[in-house]
């Protein structure tokens, strides 16, 4: 049973290029979340997704951030232009159903930006 | 909206001790606690979650309590292993979004020395 997808696993690039990151939610799960990890600001929640809607993107931090669901088994958070600021760990997790329900993280993206 | 603390930041124990770990919650409408365990450059894993209407759930070698008076649930790890070391995860469900999305903890890193 394939858990939740995440590529890349690792990536690296200057200040200014533009990033992709990539998810497939476990298959029939409706619910998908885009999270950061740093050290200084611990696990965030950037945007979530329901029945590839969009319903809070309150999180995002700004502008140059945005995601995408076009259908139920992928996602993208793009980052234009990339800053060094950027520079963490991006967390893909999905959940099935409405309400308190435990999410599934993959393995995540560790973004470096020069 | 929600607010999660965790207590403490940091813990070690030798093998074979317990560990708790505690979290305070500020809405008392949430009513789903999951617990996340993170290894060193892993994602975040489900170890045990509880809803409002549990009191205790045990799994093993863990179980979680939770005191919706008070507003706080903790994470107790008996006769600790080597490889209970990591990173634990708190979080409980935000009302006002529904119940569909969870507010984490800022982390309680365990070491279990030999």
């Known amino acids: 049973d394939a858990g939740v997808i995440q590529s890349p696993r690792h990536e690296v690039t200057e200040m200014g290029q533009e990033v992709t990151l990539r998810c497939k939610p476990i298959?029939?799960?409706?619910?998908l979340f885009w999270y950061r990890q740093t050290m200084m600001r611990g696990l965030e929640l950037l945007i979530y997704?329901?029945?590839?809607?969009?319903?809070?993107d309150s999180g995002m931090p700004e502008d140059r951030f945005s995601a995408k669901m076009p259908n139920a088994s992928f996602s993208t958070l793009k980052i234009q232009p990339s800053e060094p600021r950027d520079s963490a760990v991006y967390f893909c997790?999905?959940?099935?159903?409405?309400?308190?329900?435990?999410?599934?993280f993959g393995d995540g993206t560790r973004l470096s930006i020069l | 909206g929600e607010n999660v603390e965790q207590h403490p930041s940091t813990l070690s124990v030798q093998e074979g001790d317990s560990a708790v770990i505690k979290c305070t919650y500020s809405?008392?409408?949430?009513?789903?606690f999951p617990w996340y365990k993170q290894e060193l450059g892993k994602r975040p894993q489900l170890i045990i979650d509880?809803?409002?209407?549990?009191g205790e759930k045990k799994d093993q070698r863990i179980a979680v309590t939770l005191n919706k008076t008070a507003k706080h649930f903790s994470l107790h790890i008996t006769e600790t292993q080597p490889e209970d070391s990591a990173v634990y995860f708190c979080?409980?469900?935000?009302?006002?979004?529904?119940?569909?999305?969870?507010?984490f903890g800022t982390g309680t890193r365990l070491l279990v020395s030999p």
């Open positions: 997790a999905s959940s099935l159903g409405a309400a308190n329900q435990p999410q599934h």
């Open positions: 298959s029939g799960h409706d619910y």
């Open positions: 997704f329901n029945n590839n809607v969009p319903i809070d």
């Open positions: 809405d008392s409408a949430s009513n789903y």
């Open positions: 509880i809803r409002s209407n549990v």
């Open positions: 979080a409980a469900s935000a009302a006002n979004t529904g119940f569909q999305k969870l507010v």
